[in-house]
């Protein structure tokens, strides 16, 4: 019988939020509903509590808008937190100016309705009216978790409901950003050796630039920059030694000079704070072609922590406490150790698409028993049918001799079955690949191809781009030698001599970029009945250069070159 597992695909945001909470106390709001008044009707009636903020929106001539039909989230100070705000920056209610009074409500306004829900350890999902983001944190006071937002205010009653949107009472005033992302640089002496290589560069002006009033039209730039002890780490000691490491034109300006090329590898030309950077695999930078790859260590945020070809590379760390900056142009990080762009060269991915680290994590099955796996619990495999699942399995049968025993069974299908599968694959250095998909194939009944025969063609694409050959993962491999085998687009990719095993050739990609990519297999019309296992082994992708026929593998592990 076979064992079911339903792991929820937590966002990575969630993983941090439980760093922050651990086993603290739910967090708990004060929640209220009214469906009589809007956002301003409710704070002018708790004159109690909100005079202050009501006072100030009646400044800024905003009050109509507020009192009309719409959709908005607005986080509202208290009296207390006003008084503590116009003593920090010595004004009065009546002192404040028109100007003045708009920017304290646009920072604090979004044209959404966002609950504590959505609150997630990062960017909140929509840009203030004030035209930055707002960040929020999940934090921990002697055992009580409560959300912070922008590490200034505390939310400390929340999700009231009004006519037009949703109100959450905060205990202080939020301040915009007044820095530029090379001014929180240039404020920070730990920063002076990489703000040296951002002027030289010329990327200072580009960072430091507010390009347009309109946020939506906005560039946003997050900027990774490395302290002057990492950068001492790796024997460099001054902005100097940085250039003659790396400077090979002699001139920093230049696009194509290596310096060049380094500060833009630290620059993603987007606004990502630690929970974005985490929740995706990679982020492109402004060096064409070349991203960074990011991971979730725990509770330790990553750059391009990579295993290439089972080489483990160790990862840089950003500093939790000095990132997640906001400034007028957009985010600040810190990392604890230097990292360049690496000059690879195109390098043959053997992938084993049964090892996966949702199975690795059940030793008990990895590579010893069979198990299926419930929709969205393996976080690089996804497909169309959510009541479908995702069965591995283990064989000692000589017959079915896929490389370390494993494989997915994947029936394919345009009914009830998996109509489409899509995977993504390990971190592929850019360079032109041949590629090659290995499976045991089908025994059917019947001819394949023909009504009453056993068939289930497959289109193959990478990056949403259909390769040029489909396979079926019921026609098995001629019984030819390597040279003609590769000649007609098969080989024999296993160390078994049967023909079931079998390698063809899918077609040739032009990978651009050194990531993670996706390949999906998309079931095409078949003339026959299918084949309820479709047995897939392994994905090939060799440069165009190498040889496309060794080494062959074996179901122990090991590979033979002959």
């Known amino acids: 019988m076979k064992k079911y597992l339903s792991i929820p695909v937590a966002a990575i945001v969630g993983l941090l939020i439980i760093f922050y909470t651990g086993s603290c106390k739910k967090i708990t709001f004060v929640e209220g509903t009214t469906t009589d008044l809007n956002i301003y009707g409710y704070i002018k009636s708790k004159p109690d509590k909100y005079s202050s903020i009501t006072a100030i929106v009646d400044k800024s001539g905003y009050a109509g808008f507020l009192n009309a039909y719409g959709s908005y989230t607005m986080f509202v100070p208290t009296d207390e937190a006003v008084k503590l705000y116009l003593t920090d920056v010595n004004k009065t209610l009546s002192s404040l100016t028109e100007a003045e009074a708009q920017s304290i409500v646009k920072i604090h306004l979004m044209e959404d309705t966002l609950t504590t829900a959505s609150f997630k350890d990062g960017k909140l999902p929509t840009i203030t009216m004030y035209g930055q983001y707002l960040v929020s944190a999940v934090v921990n006071n002697a055992g009580v978790s409560t959300i912070l937002i922008n590490r200034q205010g505390t939310v400390t009653s929340a999700n009231i409901k009004t006519g037009n949107g949703l109100i959450h009472e905060i205990d202080r005033v939020l301040k915009p950003a007044s820095k530029t992302v090379a001014e929180l640089i240039s404020a920070d002496t730990r920063l002076s050796i990489f703000k040296q290589a951002l002027q030289a560069t010329g990327y200072y002006d580009t960072i430091n630039t507010i390009n347009s009033t309109d946020p939506k039209l906005r560039k946003w730039y997050t900027v990774l920059a490395e302290t002057n002890q990492a950068l001492l780490d790796s024997n460099i000691a001054s902005y100097a030694a940085l250039k003659a490491k790396y400077s090979n034109t002699g001139n920093p300006l230049n696009p194509l000079d290596s310096l060049n090329i380094y500060v833009k590898y630290h620059i993603i030309p987007d606004p990502r704070y630690l929970a974005d950077i985490v929740s995706a695999s990679s982020h492109p930078t402004l060096a064409p072609l070349e991203v960074l790859a990011s991971k979730l260590d725990d509770v330790k945020v990553l750059i391009n922590d990579l295993d290439f070809n089972g080489v483990h590379e160790k990862g840089v760390e950003l ?72 069965d591995y399995a283990y064989t000692t049968s000589s017959s079915v001799n896929v490389f370390w025993g494993d494989y997915l069974s994947v029936p394919m299908g345009n009914t009830s079955r998996h109509n489409w599968i899509e995977f993504k694959t390990p971190i592929i250095i850019k360079g032109r690949y041949k590629v090659w998909v290995c499976y045991r194939a089908a025994k059917g009944s019947g001819t394949v191809g023909l009504p009453g025969g056993s068939n289930m063609p497959v289109q193959v694409e990478y990056d949403g781009v259909s390769l040029s050959r489909p396979f079926n993962f019921c026609e098995q491999r001629p019984n030819l030698t390597d040279g003609e085998l590769e000649a007609l687009g098969w080989k024999k990719y296993s160390t078994s001599t049967t023909q079931f095993m079998t390698g063809k050739f899918l077609g040739v990609i032009d990978v651009t970029t050194t990531d993670r990519h996706k390949i999906t297999l998309r079931s095409l019309p078949a003339a026959g009945t299918g084949n309820p296992s479709d047995f897939l082994d392994m994905f090939h992708f060799i440069p165009i250069n190498q040889n496309q026929y060794l080494p062959r593998f074996a179901s122990d592990g090991s590979l033979q070159f002959f």
């Open 319 to 390: 500093e939790r406490t000095t990132s997640d900056l906001s400034a007028t142009t957009g985010v600040l990080h810190t990392a604890l150790a230097h990292f360049a762009p690496k000059i690879r060269q195109p390098t043959a991915v053997y992938w084993d698409v049964a090892d996966f680290p949702e199975v690795r994590k059940l030793p008990a099955v990895f590579r010893r028993a069979n198990f299926s796996f419930a929709y969205g619990a393996i976080k690089d495999m996804t497909w169309n049918n959510p009541v479908n699942t995702m």
